[in-house]
């Protein structure tokens, strides 16, 4: 490459203090908002369940449902968590 090339380069290259600094920001990002944080769990958790669920129906349905049943009973357990805290602890919402 070429002199001129490379000076471009490295003069496009984020520094390691603006590079710690955005890190910071995106820190403290997910530490005040929770549902991108809980979504993507959510999605993780799905990438264990999906294939068990998948296995578990004898391959009948395809992948995509698995994904959807999965989906669908993790979203059962979390609304019954919240419910059942709702009912014991009213005062808290």
Not at 80 to 88: A, E
Request: glycine share 6%; hydrophobic share 50%.
């Amino acid at each position: 490459m070429k002199l001129h090339t490379l000076k471009r380069l490295r003069s496009s290259l984020p520094t390691t203090a603006q590079t710690l600094e955005e890190v910071a920001d995106l820190w403290s990002e997910w530490r005040r908002q929770k549902l991108p944080l809980s979504l993507f769990l959510a999605f993780c958790f799905n990438l264990m369940v999906a294939p068990v669920v998948y296995a578990t129906s004898g391959h009948e349905g395809s992948r995509s449902q698995a994904w959807a049943l999965g989906l669908l009973g993790l979203g059962t357990v979390v609304l019954s968590v919240y419910l059942f805290v709702v009912m014991f602890v009213p005062e808290k919402f």
